[in-house]
């Protein structure tokens, strides 16, 4: 594997499980303030950064967000409206109808129909079309049950088609605490994960699926790890953001 353009982590640190991972999410919003578009500004901005430098800063790169109307994919919005405000090509595509998209996931999305943005759903969307990167923001760690039918045809479509693809949090199709791939799964090139990485990740098949592994900061205080899980955590990001598993 080429170096690594971000920090490379020299020691081992702990992995969560889906279900620590929404007792964090709880924890931040209830105990500590920090709200649901906070954490997903912090993962988009990140993720925007990965995209960056995947790009090798080239504006000329034609990039896609593929994005879930949950969590993930207002953190994948997050990130292409950033992208845009920084001069790249970036386009969406939406898994779900418009009016399918509620709360915070609904206000992410007018925010980037502002920016200008071209957004598409799946039945206006050409799937001919040529794009150097693909941004995998479908499902997060919550996924649960079988993959929809359309779903399976994403992920089919990008894993054919020969580019650099970008998972955020989890590859779309594996089951975050075991590794399981749920039907299908896809095969990204770098996982940039959030806050701790995930237990199924420890599962030597989801490798092949998740690329390289990245951890992003979303604010979650150390504290909180401490106090929920007994867990003790070194300063993982004090040498950036985004550091390398």
Known sequence: ???????????????????????????????????????????????AIVIREKVNHNKNKNILVIAGSGGNGGGGMTAARRLHFWGYNVEVLLTSAIEKHKGTIGNQLKILQKTGVKIYTQSDFDFNKKYDVVIDAMIGYSL??????????????????GINIISLDVPSGIDSTTGEIISTCI?????MTLALPKTGFQNPETKKYTGELLLADIS??????????????????????IVSL
Do not use: H
């Open 187 to 191: 095969k990204a090139d770098q996982t």
């Open 144 to 161: 649960k049950g079988k993959l929809r039918k359309n779903i399976i045809e994403l992920i089919e479509w990008t894993n054919t088609q």
């Open 220 to 241: 979650v205080p150390p504290v909180l790890y401490k106090k929920a899980f007994d867990i003790d955590l070194p300063d993982i990001f004090s040498e950036g953001e």
């Open 1 to 47: 594997m080429n170096k690594s353009l971000f920090p490379q982590l020299s020691y081992q640190i702990p992995y969560i499980t889906t279900d620590q991972m929404i007792e964090v999410d709880r924890l931040m919003i209830e105990d500590y303030g920090i709200n649901l578009f906070q954490m997903m500004e912090n993962a988009g901005r990140c993720l």
